[in-house]
């Protein structure tokens, strides 16, 4: 039996939270209280409990092939100044040959050196790896770099079902771990901060944070690899809803096997490019080097007025994503990895260009990607802003 309800399931009261909380404010975080655009969460039609859910029997109709992943790469260079490096030494060539959906062996991350190179990074300890492989429904997050507090999931508006079936993950490094030990952070002898199984990585592999937190967001596939399902939400959230209420509402309802909601405000790249080099979200010129790089590749401005377009949005909010671990989808995170790797890592600039590439090499391969209104996004998660931590914009 279906229920439409909001969730929190007082709608106005939640409002009334976010105005008192001033937690819904512009990326910036300077705009005066007077000027910031408000945003609220609308409603989404949840089933009414997960008693009797069960996977649909067409739901996995989608495109079949094999990927597999480069796992390590030799030294091709006579000189010594070759090294190693997480994301690999993909070629121009190569990447172009990825974005084709056929059985492959590509790029996608954990690149290793040569016999006698140190470990490119995102190092994990056995007994961690062990459980991860036991995954089959993974919600995910990471703080890396001291960068936001830790949000609990909400317990009682999840499930004894999801309690006992969905993998609860959040990836930290040791400063972090110890930024929250001493706040009463600490996990408990199995590991977990409540329903957070708390995932140390070692030797991150990127001096860029923002870059590094890119690895748990777009690869659970590789980091979870028996998992069928997986829902990312970045730190600044805090989960309100329950997951398997999530996947069946957002990827086995609309048939799709990847979700993501469209940005609040933004809907052109060229929108999002302006606004990342107004706030030094990044080095300028690393994004005009990949803005210019899409637009000789076929990126055109997103038209409000086309009935045409395959998405209702070119720029996603990004923070809350919903996946089946099709082919489909893990080529797709892949692929999209990638771009992040190569250019900036302000992965809204590089979604519209991955998504379009994809499907127009590919026109008779559908990829069934659903993106969502931001509202319902909001009514799955309490929004908080990121800790006060002074740092340098992103460079190059």
Known sequence: ?????????????????????NILVSDDGKTPKSKRRKHFPCEVGFLESVDGLVEPKSYMNFTWFSLEYVDHEEKTFKTDLFEPRFGGHQTLEEREKTFYVKNQTLHCGFVKGPPGYPSTGFDLNEKDKAYMFTCKVVVSSCIFGSSDFLRRPTSRLISHYSKDNVCFVMFLDDQTLSKLSLEGNSPDDRGYIGLWKIVIVKNLPYEDMRRTGKVPKFLSHRLFPNSRYSIWLDSKMRLNSDPMLIIEYFLWRRKAEYAISNHYDRHCVWEEVLQNKRLNKYNHTAIDEQFH???????????????????????????????????????????????????TSRDQLSFAYTYLKFRRTNPERPFHLYMFKDCERRALVKLFRHRAVPSPPDTA
Request: aromatic share 12%; charged share 20%.
């Open 1 to 21: 039996m279906e229920s439409r309800f909001s969730i929190p399931h007082n709608l106005q009261e939640e409002r009334n939270l976010h105005l008192k909380e």
């Open 293 to 343: 790089f899409y637009q000789s590749d076929g990126l055109t401005k997103f038209d409000t007025s086309n009935p045409n377009n395959l998405l209702p949005s070119h720029v996603p909010e990004g923070s809350f994503i919903v996946r089946a671990h099709t082919p489909m989808s893990n080529l797709f995170s892949c692929l999209w990895f990638n771009e992040v790797d190569r250019f």
